[in-house]
């Protein structure tokens, strides 16, 4: 079982909808978790982080932590073309290091 | 205020030879991670460094060695390289003792060829 893992996709969203991304994670001691974007030849940037059970809001973008299932997701509002990119889950695990999930590509169709 | 710089950006190596890449973290941060991005993969950590000392390490072989310097710059060097050595080298690095809230701040990266 892989530490973080995600749907590679592609996913493939209209603009203006909501995209949904999932991730799930093993180590039920991981305390903090992030989600970074990363376009096509760049490097990772941080979005979003979350540390509770529940959701946290940073303006289009909703980040939701379900410990007890072990989920993280990001919901993205309104999704514009400069969304598309790959999107890393990051797990800061109990061995206090970050671990990354293989990506989900994400497309914004016009 | 310069984020994480790595040099160099591209770096073609011959199979069997030894690479050095360095890495500048951010103002401020004193722990600072080696992680290999394959194409169409995520980021593999290979080790964190803090306090000049290798802290933590992921599953890479020995080949994959590091440094980190009293002004808390950082070498990855990588001996005997091999064909599936050939990735996006990224260096990371965060505040101190705050990894677990802030994450990493990534560098641009350095482009490894082995051929």
């Known amino acids: 079982q892989k530490e973080v893992e995600q749907n590679s996709g592609p996913l493939s969203v209209p603009e203006g909808a909501i995209a949904s991304l999932n991730c799930t994670y093993s180590?039920?001691?991981?305390?903090?978790f992030f989600w970074y974007r990363q376009y096509s030849g760049k490097s990772p940037e941080l979005i979003m982080s979350i540390y509770s059970n529940g959701d946290k809001e940073d303006g289009r973008f909703t980040a939701q932590l379900n410990k007890a299932s072990q989920y993280v997701s990001l919901l993205i509002r309104d999704s514009q073309p400069s969304d598309s990119a790959t999107y890393l889950c990051?797990?800061?695990?109990?061995?206090?290091?970050?671990?990354f999930g293989s990506g989900t590509r994400l497309s914004i169709r016009p | 205020d310069a984020g994480v710089t790595q040099s160099p950006t591209h770096l073609i190596k011959t199979r069997g030879q030894q690479v050095t890449l360095r890495c500048s973290p951010k103002s401020g941060h004193d722990t600072v991670s080696w992680y290999q991005q394959a194409l169409g993969q995520g980021p593999q950590f290979i080790f964190q460094?803090?306090?000049?000392?290798?802290?933590q390490r992921g599953n890479f072989p020995d080949r994959f060695s590091g440094h980190q310097f009293p002004n808390y710059s950082s070498e990855l060097n990588v001996n005997a390289l091999l064909l599936g050595d050939s990735a996006l080298y990224l260096c990371?690095?965060?505040?101190?003792?705050?990894?677990?809230?802030?994450?990493?701040?990534f560098g641009s990266g350095t482009r490894l060829t082995v051929v």
């Open positions: 990371a690095s965060s505040p101190p003792g705050q990894l677990n809230i802030y994450g990493y701040t």
């Open positions: 460094y803090y306090e000049e000392e290798e802290r």
């Open positions: 990051a797990v800061y695990s109990s061995a206090s290091k970050i671990i």
């Open positions: 180590d039920r001691g991981s305390q903090s």
